[in-house]
């Protein structure tokens, strides 16, 4: 059966931005899913439900999902829907997110338990409902995933992605000056090479469904061996990140 790969797209994207994947994974079907959740307790349903869908369809699913797409993913889905993942600028804490965007805001925990939610200057609304919730339900994960992550990510620090690759024995690639949107040319360039650099190393598979080559006990959450030497910055497990 055929491999099917499904686009997550990020906050403000759409399902139509799965066509620029089609070049980069030209042996598979590429969907984009047109989700319209906007909590992990609605995409519990919808996310599930339509991979369910498409898993019957295919021999093996790879997601691709994008910054909240990755989030809503990590909280709805399991690794008898997903074979393997590609996470782009993914929100793998949200609990710290909506910390961090508590403090940007200047919002306690008593006010914001007592108000609901909060409208902030910075276009977010802050939800009791929503904290709450991602702290009942901690992710868990074990689905085989490599993460591209930009070094200048706003909205999630080295040291939350790092720890994320880590628990997760996930791949991390940084890219030395990447913002959390991929869209500048060079930008995509990167993205676009950390992706096909798949293909070269994926002659022998695993046991977790990567090829052999680039996940050899020692790579995990570093750059892909693929990728031309110093274009990436690897962090090997184990040691503290230096940026």
């Keep these: 059966m055929e491999e099917i790969v499904v686009y997550v797209h990020g906050k403000g994207g759409s399902a139509q931005e799965a066509e620029h994947y089609k070049a980069l994974f030209p042996d598979c079907v590429v969907i984009g899913f047109d989700y319209h959740a906007q909590s992990p307790w609605e995409a519990t349903e919808e996310f599930s439900g339509f991979f369910t869908a498409v898993r019957k369809r295919c021999g093996k699913l790879t997601l691709v999902a994008n910054s ?10 399991n690794e008898k829907l997903v074979d393997t993942a590609y996470f782009i600028s993914p929100v793998v804490d949200m609990e710290q997110l909506i910390c961090n965007m508590m403090q940007w805001a200047d919002v306690s925990e008593a006010e914001l338990a007592e108000k609901q939610e909060i409208s902030t200057t910075f276009g977010e609304t802050l939800s009791w409902k929503y904290l709450c919730y991602v702290r009942e339900h901690p992710v868990s994960w074990k689905i085989p995933t490599r993460i591209l992550y ?43 090479h950390w992706i096909k650099n798949r293909r070269p190393c994926n002659e022998t598979e695993n046991k977790d469904g990567f090829a052999s080559p680039a996940y050899s006990s020692g790579t995990r959450a570093g750059s892909l061996p693929c990728l031309q030497q110093g274009s990436a910055v690897r962090i090997p497990l184990g040691q503290k990140a230096g940026v």
Aim: hydrophobic share 40%; charged share 25%.
């Design 68 to 77: 909240i797409g990755a989030f809503l993913s990590l909280s709805s889905l």
């Design 150 to 192: 930009g070094e200048k990510d706003a909205l999630t620090s080295m040291e939350t992605i790092k720890a994320f690759a880590e628990k997760n024995n996930a791949e991390l690639t940084v890219m030395p000056g990447g913002e959390h949107w991929f869209h500048t040319k060079e930008q995509m360039q990167f993205l676009d």
